[in-house]
């Protein structure tokens, strides 16, 4: 049920295309500050609470399909790779080979906490709750931690 001017007018072109009813669905990167918009329709009404979990989960996966295509020097994910400092990353890449948050600031010459303070930052950024997490989401929107070890300046 279209709530706004812009949702009105969004339906009113898809008619125009002959298109009747459908599901929209939006997933939004907050690490990348990127959002998509994808919507499902066709010339017959149809059942949308059938279909709008089916559809939400389809939408969110071709958001990610779509940020693992995109190039990554590409303006519209060339954030993500902007988005952690230097120090972020060489911590967050000692995170990936396994090591405690104790070890990190033994390598890196500075307390826990400070690493703690730069994880924090990390999580924030990339938008999660973990370490495996934030080395996921890192590995999945292509920043640099992925090649080899890191030195420890």
Known sequence: ????????????????????????????????RLATFFSFAGEKEVDAERYVHLVEYLGHHLHLALLRTARRDAPATEQCIKELSPREVTILNWIKNGKTNWEVGQILGVTERTV???LASIFSKLDVTSRSQAVAAAMEHGLPVLHGLPSAS
């Open 1 to 32: 049920q279209a709530t706004s001017d812009d949702e009105l007018e969004f339906i009113q072109t898809a008619r125009g295309f002959g298109l009747a009813d459908g599901i929209t669905t939006s997933s939004v990167d907050p690490a990348c």
């Open 116 to 118: 703690r303070f730069h």
